[in-house]
């Protein structure tokens, strides 16, 4: 089982729709989640960081932990052209490193 | 912009090359990390430096030296290497290693390894 998983993609929305990201991990201690927007050919960016159960917003984003069911998520609301990348999950368990996901590729259809 | 810088951008090298990778970090951080980034794969932990001592070394062969001089500049210095070894090579950097600093990544240096 791979400690971070993520589907990934191609996902594809119309423009104005919500795009919806899913992250699954294996170690039940992991404490912090990190979500970062990559575009083709950039480095990977942070967008959001959650560390307690339930719902955090920012923006057109809202990031989402349950950790008794080991998910976290990312909503991206009224998506827009722009958001097109690859978004990367990233679970940070205490005492070792950040571990990533594949990513997934986000297209958003004008 | 993150505050963390690498170069060269690109880099073409023949397998019995030297050439070597520099990152630096203008946010007063501890800690910087190298990470290979390959085609469909997720991102590869090489190396971790925290005030300037290697903490971690993801059993990366050796054909890969990393160097940190002083907690502003981490270096990774490549000889012989193998087409394989053709990815985006990632610097990052925290404040430190717990759990909820932020890792600030560089543009990355795309290689390729003929």
């Known amino acids: 089982q791979k400690e971070v998983e993520q589907n990934s993609g191609p996902l594809s929305v119309p423009e104005g729709a919500i795009a919806s990201l899913n992250c699954t991990y294996s170690d039940r201690v992991s404490q912090s989640f990190f979500w970062y927007r990559q575009y083709s050919g950039k480095s990977p960016e942070l967008i959001m960081s959650?560390?307690?159960?339930g719902d955090k917003e920012d923006g057109r984003f809202t990031a989402q932990l349950n950790k008794a069911s080991q998910y976290v998520s990312l909503l991206i609301r009224d998506s827009q052209p722009s958001d097109s990348a690859t978004y990367l999950c990233a679970v940070n368990v205490p005492a070792r490193q950040l571990t990533f996901g594949s990513g997934t590729q986000l297209t958003v259809l004008p | 912009e993150t505050g963390v810088t690498q170069t060269p951008r690109h880099l073409v090298m023949g397998m019995t090359n030297k050439k070597s990778l520099k990152c630096e970090q203008h946010?007063?951080?501890?800690?910087m990390y190298w990470y290979k980034q390959s085609a469909k794969k997720p991102l590869e932990l090489m190396f971790v430096?925290?005030?300037?001592?290697?903490?971690e070394n993801n059993s990366v062969p050796s054909r890969f030296s990393p160097e940190c001089p002083n907690s502003s500049h981490l270096f990774l210095h490549l000889h012989t290497l193998q087409p394989e070894d053709s990815a985006l090579y990632l610097c990052?950097?925290?404040?430190?290693?717990?759990?909820?600093?932020?890792?600030?990544f560089g543009p990355g240096t795309r290689l390729t390894v003929l």
């Open positions: 946010l007063g951080h501890n800690a």
């Open positions: 990052a950097s925290s404040q430190d290693r717990a759990s909820r600093d932020t890792q600030y």
């Open positions: 959650i560390y307690s159960n």
């Open positions: 430096y925290s005030l300037e001592e290697r903490v």
